[in-house]
């Protein structure tokens, strides 16, 4: 599916001795909600990429992950060159008051979540800093309104390359169908 603006998001801080659940579930949000990519700073965690692969294995493919990114500074200043990034801040501009100019903008939008104190240049060096109300909560929680904001809802299921199986959607109980 051609999700437009297409997004990655990078996940700065990855503490690996307190940040593997969430750090994991911020990448899974980001591919369930419609992200091309996901971007890894902070600390190696081969075991939240684990978890990625092993979602993957059943339910799809076509997620770009790229883990143990020493440099985050290098990324951002690459992307600003070309293309537009955006911080999730319960500090920044509501995501209601720009949305609708982000989802004018035809091209990738990397969208920065932190984790425990955000540096300062990030706020200066983001094209937008936006919140997703102006309480301090979770990554993940900004991360899923923001990106079903942007894609206003996901009206058709993604399908990833490769899935061996797929949910049937029921009213009641589980339903799953083999794919290969
Ligand atoms: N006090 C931290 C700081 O310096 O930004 C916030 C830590 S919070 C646990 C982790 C991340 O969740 C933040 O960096 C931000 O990306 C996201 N976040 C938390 N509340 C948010 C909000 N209301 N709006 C947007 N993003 C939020």
Known sequence: ??????????RLGHRKERDKRVTTHVALV?????AKGFFLTGDCDEVVIESIRRIESRWGRGFDVVSCLSNWGQLLEYWKKKWVTAHLTMYGIPALEVIDKLRRI??????????EKVPREIYELSDFNISITNQPHSEVGALAVFLDRLYNGLKQNIVYRDAKQAVVPSPKGKKIVSLE
Do not use: E, Q, S
């Open 1 to 10: 599916m051609n999700l437009r603006p297409p997004v990655y998001v990078l």
């Open 30 to 34: 980001a591919r369930a909600f419609g």
């Open 106 to 115: 035809d091209k990738p939008v990397l969208v920065i979540v932190g984790a």
